[in-house]
């Protein structure tokens, strides 16, 4: 009975599994019959050029069956037709699951439509016998990927043997044609392209080649007739194909070169109709382009911020804006536009090499590793070659480092840069190896002894090591070498400066003026006056390279120094300059000095001097009038003066109409007078141009703050604070809570130190609250944390000072005597060093000062206090 329950109950589950299998067979041939309808659809909609239908059939079957390849090909298919190629790579990337020999040709095809060779090349390497199988599509991809490589001999052998394959005749003749074109030979071109017609009359690939190259032949009649047929043939769709607006662009120029405009314009309206806002784009481009020929950087910079108002993902307007900002030395902002724009495979060599050298500026070296990992194997450019390196050695990662280092050797076995790369190398996996990096740079210049990176990297080693005699000697043999060399003969010259041997000094500098009469060598004698406090020969030599060179900027700064230290007064220093100096430098640089004496209504009168600034000098001028603008601003904020405040910030936004900054004063000064209509206004402007960013959303809580509306106050700060740990956003957050919640506030701060621990005002607040609960040691740490970041930072210079003499630390003089050195108006800080001097005995001292803080401070009972005792 036994067994035969147990025979029942097997035969069962057999059952069950059988009947479970049949369930699941006929589900999978329901989907795979399902699959099969949106592929088929999408394949429909693709050859119908339906494109829209087509992503839509694609996405439904990359949503519904993600493990099938079908709708990650057909949606990789559309994008390559659209001119997309990026974004067809990054769907094929996308997909992860089994994959034929027609997806890795698909893959191929689109490495191949964005250049990116070395991608195509792994990609043959790892799956070829797969590829092997699609026969001459393979081959017709390799001659294209060939031609990319620079390698046309290779390619046109590939070419001539399609030309005598069923079905790609007309692409051989074609791919040769571009081959011969490339050459310049229009004529052996279109003859091949006349053939590649003859098997394919109706190809718009040799169509639109042989309009080319007819335009460009002067043949502008055949040209027009070749691409309006080519247009003719084109199918139509229901998005443009880069074809067709290639076509359009092109017959718009040739109607409009033979006077027929208003044919021109049907072409160019489709256009516009079609991409509304493209011509704007490319006029803003252009304009963009020609004012960085220009050097107008400025103007450059507002073209292409207006492109990117209206297009935010424009590769080519953020590409070009880093580089210019990277020009001027902003490697943040330039960091800001580059990131997510560089490809090495496909950018040039100095836009990587710009992309890279601004992540190192940035301490960012794992991102030169991450954007240069996938080609460094490939890479044959030595300057990408060492910027790999250098970021390998920083990050520690010495295996990435030897590749780079390897490829050097093989590549470029003589070049200095490999010395320079070992020592660097070495100096960094083995520290104290000092004598074997210094060996190392002394065979690197025995075989390239002129190199200055090499003789500047041995005689900094040499000081590094303490060897001055060895250093004196190097210099003294290369000042004794033949040869003029600017570089070098710097080099020597600044040596001599350092160890104060200005006579040999003063000789190398006249010697480079003789032999190259470089305005460094004047610069150097300038300097060598000043280290020897021999002010009125350091303002001869600066006038003397104003005489000489009247735009250098340096110079006016070096002569207004001179005059300073010589007790003189700069803004009289125009009588005596040289007659050849340029005025407009001139009031650029006294509005500077006047700028940093704080003198910024005078500063502002001079500034506008400057009307007539090289154009190099331009953008240093803008700058500095914002910056004096701004000051005043906050001036007239501070004194509660809102009316100037408003006339100066709308007077600023004339000139500057887009600068947030100033935008953001304006909605200040607007929530600060009561005037909440008109700054809520402002902010909804500021927002439009920042969506983003937490500075709007700290002045909109500000806003609420005026109109007593602390909840939603808080509730902006916090929302910001957890999009983005800001401190902005952190100060404003806090100080809301210290004045509603004070248990809040304490928990606030602690996240808030978690978060940013090295954030300046966390632990500034940190020390203050510290200090308040009695906790002074704490609060000392917390201030002395702030002042390792900035030194010059008053509240921890003032209030460090004076818990220091609580217990009567030495340090307490020294730190109140530096905050008032910063700022000799502020009374806490005049009570605290006079306090601090009449404990230590200096009573005479500090009369004066804590007499100044009563002055300022006559109801404070504290400094009261200290006014009594010290004035007994």
Same mark, same amino acid.
């Given at each position: 009975m036994k067994k035969s329950s147990t025979v029942t109950f097997s035969s069962l589950l057999l059952a069950s599994s059988l009947f479970i299998t049949a369930c699941n067979e006929d589900s999978n041939t329901e989907n795979v019959a399902e699959l099969a309808q949106y592929s088929q659809q999408g394949k429909t909609y693709l050859d119908q050029s339906q494109f829209k239908a087509a992503i839509n059939s694609a996405n439904n079957a990359i949503v519904l069956y993600p493990k099938?390849?079908?709708?990650?090909?057909?949606?990789?298919?559309?994008?390559?037709?659209?001119?997309?190629?990026?974004?067809?790579?990054?769907?094929?990337?996308?997909?992860?699951?089994?994959?034929?020999?027609?997806?890795?040709?698909?893959?191929?095809?689109?490495?191949?439509?964005?250049?990116?060779?070395?991608?195509?090349?792994?990609?043959?390497?790892?799956?070829?016998?797969?590829?092997?199988?699609?026969?001459?599509?393979?081959?017709?991809?390799?001659?294209?990927?060939?031609?990319?490589?620079?390698?046309?001999?290779?390619?046109?052998?590939m070419f001539t043997e399609l030309q005598t394959e069923p079905g790609f005749e007309s692409e051989g003749f074609i791919g040769e044609a571009r081959i011969a074109a490339g050459t310049n030979d229009k004529e052996a071109a279109l003859s091949l392209l006349k053939k590649a017609m003859l098997t394919e009359p109706k190809n718009t690939e040799a169509l639109m080649l042989k309009g080319f190259l007819l335009l460009e032949k002067g043949e502008i009649e055949q040209a027009e007739s070749t691409l309006s047929f080519a247009l003719s043939e084109l199918p139509s769709s229901d998005i443009f194909t880069p074809e067709r607006i290639n076509i359009l662009k092109a017959l718009t120029s040739i109607l409009t070169s033979q006077g027929r405009s208003s044919e021109a314009l049907l072409y160019s309206r489709i256009l516009s109709d079609e991409f509304p806002t493209a011509t704007t784009i490319n006029e803003y481009y252009v304009s963009a382009q020609e004012y960085y020929k220009r050097k107008q950087l400025g103007e450059a910079k507002e073209a292409l911020h207006k492109i990117l108002e209206l297009d935010p993902k424009n590769k080519k307007a953020s590409t070009m804006l880093g580089v210019i900002l990277y020009t001027e030395g902003d490697v943040t902002g330039a960091e800001k536009y580059l990131t997510g724009m560089i490809d090495p495979e496909v950018n040039t060599p100095q836009l990587t090499q710009i992309y890279a050298m601004t992540q190192l500026k940035l301490n960012q070296s794992s991102d030169v590793l991450n954007i240069l990992d996938g080609v460094i194997e490939y890479e044959e450019r030595l300057d990408t070659l060492t910027l790999y390196a250098i970021a390998a050695i920083g990050e520690k990662q010495f295996d990435k480092a030897d590749v780079a280092i390897q490829r050097i050797k093989n590549l470029f076995p003589n070049s200095p840069k490999l010395t320079l790369l070992e020592s660097s190398y070495l100096n960094e996996k083995s520290p104290g190896e000092d004598q074997a990096v210094l060996d190392l740079l002394s065979a690197g210049l025995a075989k390239n002894s002129t190199d200055l990176s090499l003789q500047t990297a041995y005689l900094k080693k040499l000081l590094e090591m303490k060897q001055i005699e060895e250093a004196d000697r190097f210099i003294k043999n290369e000042a004794e070498k033949p040869g003029d060399a600017v570089g070098t003969r710097l080099l020597i010259a600044n040596y001599y400066l350092y160890r104060q041997q200005y006579a040999l000094a003063e000789q190398s500098f006249n010697q480079i003026i003789k032999a190259s009469d470089d305005v460094q060598g004047y610069y150097g004698l300038a300097q060598s006056k000043q280290l020897q406090q021999d002010w009125l020969s350091a303002f001869t030599y600066y006038n003397q390279i104003i005489d000489l060179y009247p735009e250098q900027v340096k110079a006016y700064y070096g002569a207004v120094i001179s005059v300073q230290q010589q007790r003189q007064d700069p803004l009289k220093i125009e009588e005596r300059l040289s007659a050849k100096h340029n005025?407009?430098?001139?009031?650029?640089?006294?509005?500077?000095?006047?700028?940093? *004496?704080? /003198?910024?209504?005078? @500063?502002? $009168?001079?500034?506008?001097? =400057?009307?007539? !600034?090289?154009? &190099?000098?331009?953008? +240093?001028?803008?700058?500095?009038?914002?910056?004096?603008?701004?000051?005043?601003?906050?001036?007239?904020?501070?004194?509660?003066?809102?009316?100037?405040?408003?006339?100066?910030?709308?007077?600023?936004?004339?000139?500057?109409?887009?600068?947030?900054?100033?935008?953001?004063?304006?909605?200040?000064?607007?929530?600060?007078?009561?005037?909440?209509?008109?700054?809520?206004?402002?902010?909804?402007?500021?927002?439009?141009?920042?969506?983003?960013?937490?500075?709007?959303?700290?002045? *909109?809580? /500000?806003?609420?703050? @005026?109109? $007593?509306?602390?909840?939603? =106050?808080?509730? !902006?700060?916090? &929302?910001?604070?957890? +999009?983005?740990?800001?401190?902005?956003?952190?100060?404003?957050?806090?100080?809301?809570?210290?004045?509603?919640?004070?248990?809040?506030?304490?928990?606030?701060?602690?996240?808030?130190?978690?978060?940013?621990?090295?954030?300046?005002?966390?632990?500034?607040?940190?020390?203050?609250?510290?200090?308040?609960?009695?906790?002074?040691?704490?609060?000392?740490?917390?201030?002395?944390?702030?002042?390792?970041v900035a030194p010059n930072e008053l509240t921890s210079l003032n209030n460090a000072a004076w818990l220091y003499a609580l217990d009567n630390d030495p340090k307490a003089e020294a730190l109140a005597a530096r905050a008032y050195q910063i700022d000799p108006n502020n009374p806490a800080i005049l009570d605290t060093y006079g306090w601090i001097l009449y404990q230590a005995g200096k009573k005479e001292e500090a009369k004066p000062l804590i007499k100044k803080a009563l002055e300022l401070l006559p109801d404070d009972e504290e400094v009261q206090k200290h006014w009594a005792a010290v004035s007994e």
């Open positions: 099938h390849q079908d709708g990650f090909v057909i949606l990789a298919k559309v994008y390559n037709k659209l001119g997309q190629s990026n974004q067809a790579l990054d769907v094929l990337n996308r997909y992860q699951g089994d994959k034929d020999a027609d997806f890795y040709l698909l893959l191929l095809e689109s490495y191949q439509r964005t250049k990116k060779v070395i991608s195509a090349r792994k990609l043959i390497e790892q799956e070829s016998d797969l590829l092997s199988t699609k026969g001459d599509s393979f081959k017709l991809l390799q001659a294209k990927l060939l031609l990319l490589e620079d390698k046309p001999d290779q390619a046109l052998s005025p407009s430098v001139l009031a650029l640089v006294l509005a500077d000095y006047q700028y940093q *004496k704080k /003198q910024f209504a005078d @500063a502002d $009168k001079m500034i506008k001097k =400057a009307i007539n !600034l090289p154009v &190099d000098l331009v953008d +240093k001028g803008d700058t500095l009038q914002q910056q004096i603008s701004n000051q005043r601003i906050i001036a007239a904020i501070r004194s509660k003066d809102y009316t100037s405040a408003r006339e100066l910030t709308l007077a600023q936004l004339q000139l500057t109409p887009t600068q947030p900054l100033f935008l953001m004063r304006l909605a200040a000064i607007e929530t600060l007078s009561g005037q909440f209509t008109e700054a809520d206004k402002v902010l909804k402007q500021i927002e439009a141009m920042l969506p983003d960013n937490p500075q709007v959303g700290v002045l *909109k809580a /500000q806003l609420s703050l @005026a109109q $007593k509306d602390d909840a939603t =106050a808080e509730q !902006l700060l916090s &929302d910001e604070w957890n +999009k983005q740990n800001n401190d902005q956003v952190a100060v404003e957050l806090y100080k809301v809570y210290q004045r509603t919640d004070k248990a809040k506030a304490e928990a606030f701060l602690s996240q808030w130190l978690v978060a940013s621990p090295a954030s300046l005002y966390a632990n500034l607040n940190s020390g203050m609250a510290l200090q308040r609960k009695g906790d002074n040691k704490a609060a000392i740490s917390a201030y002395e944390k702030v002042l390792s």
